[in-house]
Structure formats: structure tokens, C-alpha cells
């Protein structure tokens, strides 16, 4: 999504209960698992900070809490002040998980994703997997300058190849500046 989708796509689901999950999923590119397996013990909002440490997978039906897809999976991300705010005034209470259904069970990703799909359409913007919003992260943190390290540490990238392989695309006028700094130093 561009930013302008991204903000359209947030309003428009602003009232709904899966918001925090949306505006997380754009705001630090987290997984879907990885957001629906948050525990209100790794989320730390006097420091915005969360901690990646679980993701919810289904089996056979049945939502568990697995482990994130890599050692580097396994992070701290740091939370804009918005996010804390859309953590706060929608998560749940007590223990367990940060984000549940009505009834205090985990969220089912077929809803989410079921729900994602019907927004988008509603809006009339392009059908996209639910994982898109990760790569929404990316591109914009990278559009804007944000250090490619950064943005692979936030994504739990194993490596800085593969964020730069999935994203230089986007990185705003890198070839124009190599060649502006070439020509700093040699012209």
C-alpha cells in the first residue's frame, strides 16, 4: 500500500476492534502470527516496547502459541507513541494475549484475514495478502530514509541481504546519489 492507502485503510477501521492489529502491522511490519501470539507480559508501554517472542499458528483447527520463524524473529521493537495508544485503548485485560475476541479467546487469523479482504474491497483498493502490510512497513520506513539495518532489525530479517534484495527498489534516489558522491569527491 502507499501511504495515502495505508492512512484511508487505517481510518476506515479505526472504530473496529481489529484497528490495533492493522496499525501494528503497518507501524512495525510485524507478522500476522506474530501479532495475534503477542502476550500482555511483552508488551512493556511505559517504554514502548514490545518483544517478539511467540506467534500464534493453527493446527488442525486449534490456536497454539509457536515460536517465531527465526532467531532473529526474536526481537524488541520500539513503538511509536500512536501505537502504545492503539495497544492501550484496545487490547485486552489481564493475562494472556494483547488482542482477543469479545469472548477472551485468541483472534482467529481467518477472521482477520477475512476481514482485511472485505475493508479493501470496501474501499476499492487492490486485493493483497494480509503479509502486504508488512512489506507496507518496509517500503515506507525505507522510502523515508530509515536505515536499512533498522528496518531489517524491526522485520527480524536474518540478514540485511535479504531486507536490501526484497527493497532497494524503493530506497529513494540511491543510484542519483552514488553518482552525485562520486562526483562530490572526483569532480
Known sequence: MSAEQAQLFLESVEDHHYYPVY?????????????????????????????????????????????????AAKRTITLSDSACEAIKEHCSKGEGYVFTSSAGT????????????????????????????????????????????????MLGHSSIVLTLDTYSHVIPGHHDEAADEMERIFG
Do not use: Y
Not at 496499525?23 to 507480559?41: D, N, Y
Not at 507496507?136 to 530509515?146: E, F, K, M, S, W
Open 106 to 153: 485468541p483472534l482467529s487469523q481467518r477472521n482477520l484475514s477475512r476481514h482485511f479482504h472485505r475493508t479493501l474491497e470496501k474501499l476499492g483498493l487492490p486485493s493483497m495478502p494480509f503479509h502486504a502490510l508488512r512489506h507496507t512497513a518496509a517500503t515506507l520506513l525505507l522510502q523515508a530514509n530509515v536505515h536499512p539495518r533498522l528496518v531489517q532489525e
Open 23 to 71: 496499525f501494528l502491522a503497518i507501524t512495525t511490519g510485524m507478522r500476522k502470527g506474530e501479532l495475534l501470539g503477542l502476550q500482555i507480559e511483552d508488551v512493556d508501554l511505559k517504554r514502548n516496547k514490545l518483544q517478539v517472542k511467540h506467534t500464534q499458528v493453527d493446527i488442525q483447527g486449534k490456536t497454539h502459541l509457536g515460536q517465531p520463524k527465526s532467531a
